[in-house]
């Protein structure tokens, strides 16, 4: 849906990002190896040190970014079964309701009786059973486009602030070739890289937090058993319905008027 078109764009910009963020690291890499060529072997301890540890830091993000883009999901798939539950299931449920009701139908304007009666309760109940389903599937639609929108905001977030991080890695490549320059250069790819993945805990926390309030919502609708006695649809009552004889001795359950 061109709704969901940030969102396709976002995870896009995140593939490109990791190709450019690759050669930013290769070519940081060859700078590195190019200084530890030149240098003398005491002076190699903290070119190795500091490469060391941005390269750990390095590593855990091509693997957290690779992780999440595999698992990126899709906000219009899940639009599209917020549709289909409205549509499908909460649509036919309202139009069933509207058809079962004692106004609608006109078995009690021909009889009476106990089995009239208890017809028309059964009738009521079950009515009153797919009016709260069309309850249940319309907040399903409400809660689940607002998880596609929070997808959305999450990988649009993602995507400016990997964007930000490349851009800064990309900026440390002439320093990381440079004799002088290169523990300092190393030094910042290890703040930019700490920055970026706390960035993307945060986001990925809120983003959590964010599904579990929707699905406690979810949660508290279909719930809610107001019109389902003990979990369970409304019986149809047909064995009260049943005897219509009127030379059996008792009385029958249906009556002409």
């Known amino acids: 849906m061109s709704v969901d078109t940030a969102f396709e764009e976002a995870c896009n910009e995140v593939d490109d990002l990791l190709r450019k963020l690759?050669?930013?690291?290769?070519d940081i890499v060859d700078g590195v190896n190019t200084v530890l060529s030149i240098l003398p072997g005491f002076l190699e301890g903290p070119v190795k040190g500091a490469f060391n540890s941005v390269s750990a830091k390095v590593s855990q993000v091509f693997d957290d970014m690779r992780q999440l883009i595999t698992e990126r999901g899709s906000a219009s798939a899940i639009r599209t079964a917020a549709?289909?539950?409205?549509?499908?299931v909460g649509g036919r449920a309202s139009t069933q309701a509207g058809l079962l009701t004692k106004e609608a139908l006109e078995t009690d304007n021909e009889w009476t009786g106990d089995a009239a009666d208890r017809y028309g309760e059964a009738v009521t109940s079950q009515g009153r059973a797919l009016t709260q389903i069309k309850t249940i599937t319309d907040t399903l639609q409400t809660t689940l486009n607002e998880i596609a929108t929070a997808l959305k905001v999450y990988w649009?977030?993602?995507a400016i602030a990997f964007g930000?991080?490349?851009?800064?890695?990309?900026?440390c490549i002439i320093g990381a070739a440079t004799v002088v320059a290169t523990v300092p250069s190393l030094l910042a790819a290890l703040?930019?890289?700490l920055t970026f993945l706390g960035a993307v805990a945060t986001f990925s926390t809120n983003f959590a937090n964010t599904l579990d309030e929707k699905k406690?919502?979810?949660?508290?609708?279909?719930?809610?058993?107001g019109a389902f006695a003990n979990g369970t649809w409304p019986p149809a009552a047909a064995d009260q319905m049943s005897?219509?004889?009127v030379r059996d001795?008792?009385?029958?359950?249906?009556?002409?008027k």
């Open 216 to 225: 406690a919502k979810i949660d508290q609708q279909t719930t809610m058993d």
């Open 249 to 256: 001795g008792d009385k029958s359950d249906w009556t002409p």
């Open 191 to 193: 703040g930019f890289s």
């Open 243 to 245: 005897d219509a004889s």
């Open 164 to 171: 930000t991080y490349v851009a800064l890695m990309i900026g």
């Open 22 to 26: 690759t050669d930013a690291w290769n």
């Open 156 to 158: 649009v977030a993602i």
């Open 83 to 88: 549709e289909s539950w409205n549509t499908d």
